[in-house]
T-cell receptor, first 113, second 116 residues
């Protein structure tokens, strides 16, 4: 089955710094989705990343805060910029495989002090 | 209006018993897909089962089955023969339409605790 590798798995960061999360897939995919899960909450879509074009952001998320790169069909990064404690969340990438089924990376647990 | 409603914040089940986790959805699109995911304390999201709106039969994957009642707009997850390792958060999600690279919309989740 396809593999989605997400790094780092967890990190503790100081406020005001930035963290880049990587998502690597072992087969080519058209769309990659980035989600945030705040503590005790459900998942919320941050943006949709299509290779070769700018990411499409959901309401409440902006490119300056969450810049996304999608340089090829197997890789994407999400950066959480100028972090504050409110950014402490699990961040997950998601891709579609095998007849519209959507799978997730292992997630990045971010704590901001 | 919420697209996905999970009314059970928490559920308990005895080991080896079956349990049903409820999910109702709201859509006017005839083409949609329904998903269930398991999230253990590690935080990863594990795909369990998928049901397309045009699928005639209820989906099954091992001990997981999806009780799909289209007219009621419900897609309940049934876990048979519960195991201690089934203790986790369970999320119901929908994609509409189910093709075209659309993202998932999630319910608030149900925390399942399996008791020995």
């Amino acid at each position: 089955s396809a593999v989605i590798s997400q790094k780092p798995s967890r990190d503790i960061c100081q406020r005001g710094t930035s963290l880049t999360i990587q998502c690597q897939v072992d087969s080519q995919v058209t769309m990659m989705f980035w989600y945030r899960q705040q503590p005790g909450q459900s998942l919320t879509l941050i943006a949709t990343a299509n290779q070769g074009s700018e990411a499409t952001y959901e309401s409440g998320f902006v490119i300056d805060k969450f810049p996304i790169s999608r340089p090829n069909l197997t890789f994407s990064t999400l950066t959480v910029s100028n972090m504050s404690p409110e950014d402490s969340s699990i961040y997950l990438c998601s891709v579609e495989f095998f007849n519209e089924k959507l799978f997730f990376g292992s997630g990045t647990q971010l704590s901001v002090l | 209006a919420q697209k996905i409603t999970q009314t059970q914040p928490g559920m308990f089940v005895q080991e080896k018993e079956a349990v049903t986790l409820d999910c109702t959805y709201d859509t006017s699109d005839p083409s949609y897909g329904l998903f269930w995911y398991k999230q253990p304390s590690s935080g990863e999201m594990i795909f369990l089962i998928y049901q397309g709106s045009y699928d005639q039969q209820n989906a099954t994957e091992g001990r997981y089955s999806l009780n799909f009642q289209k007219a009621r707009k419900s897609a309940n997850l049934v876990i048979s023969a519960s195991q201690l390792g089934d203790s986790a958060m369970y999320f119901c999600a929908m994609r509409e339409p189910y093709s075209g690279n659309t993202p998932l919309v999630f319910g608030k989740g149900t925390r399942l605790s399996v008791i020995a």
